[in-house]
T-cell receptor, first 115, second 110 residues
Framework: DVKVTQSSRYLVKRTGEKVFLECVQDMDHENMFWYRQDPGLGLRLIYFSYDVKMKEKGDIPEGYSVSREKKERFSLILESASTNQTSMYLC??????????????FGSGTQLSVL | RKEVEQDPGPFNVPEGATVAFNCTYSNSASQSFFWYRQDCRKEPKLLMSVYSSGNEDGRFTAQLNRASQYISLLIRDSKLSDSATYLCVVNTGGYQKVTFGTGTKLQVIP
């Protein structure tokens, strides 16, 4: 079974702190994604990566950066956390073989609170 | 108009009932469609893909209506374990073009 692991389930940070959210998948998937989920807004794509060291902006990349140095690991970085970045962050991965129809596997999420 | 719209619910139905959800999408160029299920405080998981010909998986049936730009999910003989939020997902092409609906909450009551 595919496993996508996010490093923290809950995280509390202060405004202005640099925050790292880590995600690791164990199925050798090429694609990895970072979403945030807010009530009434659904899941919104922040960044995705289709290969090591490759990244593409999603719908809401402002205030975020990402890093993919190894195939299994995709990190989301908040350079200077702000209160409007309080949210549930979900990492996902997918196999590239079937293209855009490929199933997304999600991690269990990190609830980030920025005070 | 939102790209993908769902009735947030909640839909409260008794065990054994049949319930249906619709999801409308605005982009006629949308290429692929899915239903995901999300339990409370858990991650979304793929329930089923939606094909033009319709598809069925046990008690679940998904339909696509391209002319009216909506997809539907029908659940027969509802179980308590079906209680969850059902997310409609539409892809208009490319990994960055996957749009999630805000979800429809289903509560199955004993």
């Amino acid at each position: 079974d595919v496993k996508v692991t996010q490093s923290s389930r809950y995280l509390v940070k202060r405004t202005g702190e640099k925050v790292f959210l880590e995600c690791v998948q164990d199925m050798d998937h090429e694609n990895m994604f970072w979403y945030r989920q807010d009530p009434g807004l659904g899941l919104r794509l922040i960044y995705f990566s289709y290969d090591v060291k490759m990244k593409e902006k999603g719908d809401i990349p402002e205030g975020y950066s990402v890093s993919r140095e190894k195939k299994e690991r995709f990190s989301l970085i908040l350079e200077s956390a702000s209160t409007n970045q309080t949210s549930m962050y979900l990492c996902a991965s997918s196999f590239q073989g079937a293209g855009i129809d490929e199933k997304l596997f999600f991690g269990s999420g990190t609830q980030l609170s920025v005070l | 108009r939102k790209e993908v719209e769902q009735d947030p619910g909640p839909f409260n139905v008794p065990e054994g009932a049949t319930v249906a959800f619709n999801c409308t999408y605005s982009n006629s160029a949308s290429q692929s469609f899915f239903w995901y299920r999300q339990d409370c405080r858990k991650e979304p998981k793929l329930l089923m893909s939606v094909y033009s010909s319709g598809n069925e998986d046990g008690r679940f049936t998904a339909q696509l209506n391209r002319a009216s730009q909506y997809i539907s999910l029908l659940i027969r003989d509802s179980k308590l374990s079906d209680s969850a939020t059902y997310l409609c997902v539409v892809n208009t092409g490319g990994y960055q073009k996957v749009t999630f609906g805000t979800g429809t909450k289903l509560q199955v009551i004993p």
